[in-house]
């Protein structure tokens, strides 16, 4: 049985976007993310695929967090995304938009890129994926972008990705790839806040450690 506390400690936190400190300006302002001096930071080159996708990627940006985590080499985003559409993790609608991150073809590639294990789970409650935490094993979960200001009503649930790293009896640690601070990196919310934002489906991510891989 897990402990009822369990936090990994010194999870790396990236921003979707190039800097921390600017996250505010392009969320709350609708900056320019190219202003942003370190845009090219996760290996985009041009602009106009970096305005489009960035915004788009706190699924990625979750996985390159338990990637670097777990010490399990791989490419910088731009082309992680690359690799990402070649396996139907992200659809292209008619309209322009995009339909992603898909789960069950995001948990493939994974599993087999980097042998990491992906368990889908589609109707779960918060309090179960927190539980399932282990030593070896983070998770990423939907809830609504507007859990980066959790004091205020929310409209919705789900549309947007964080990645879980702790709990507790009461609730849990997360990070947020499009958080402003202080609800940005190592962020703690009690569960009866998370449910309000929580669109009740998630991924389990667990260290595979196969041949030619770290970890």
């Known amino acids: 049985m897990n402990p009822p506390t369990l936090r990994h400690a010194d999870v790396p936190y990236y921003t979707q976007w190039g800097s921390l400190d600017w996250v505010r300006h392009i969320v709350e302002q609708q900056g320019d ?8 930071r996760s290996g985009f080159a041009d602009p106009e695929r970096y ?15 338990a990637l670097d985590y777990w010490r399990i080499a791989h490419a910088p985003r731009a082309a992680l995304l690359d690799e990402a559409l070649q396996h139907g ?12 991150l898909i789960y069950r073809p995001f948990a493939g590639w994974v599993g087999d890129a980097f042998g990491v294990q992906v368990d ?16 070896d094993t983070l998770a990423i979960v939907s809830v609504s972008p507007e859990i980066r200001y959790p004091e205020r009503s929310n409209q ?60």
């Open 89 to 100: 993790v992200y659809r292209m609608r008619e309209d322009g938009g995009v339909d992603g």
């Open 120 to 135: 889908v789970l589609q109707q779960a409650p918060l309090e179960e994926i927190a539980a399932r935490l282990d030593a």
């Open 33 to 40: 993310p190219c202003d942003d001096p370190h845009w090219q």
């Open 156 to 215: 919705r649930r789900g549309g947007h990705l964080i990645l879980l790293h702790g709990r507790d009896r009461d609730g849990v640690w997360f990070h947020n790839p499009s958080g402003i601070a202080p609800y940005q990196a190592d962020v703690y919310l009690p569960f009866e806040t998370m449910k309000r934002f929580y669109a009740g489906r998630g991924m389990m991510l667990a260290r595979g450690g196969r041949p030619g891989h770290e970890g």
């Open 51 to 65: 305005r489009f996708w960035a915004k788009r990627l706190c699924g990625l940006t979750c996985l390159e967090s």
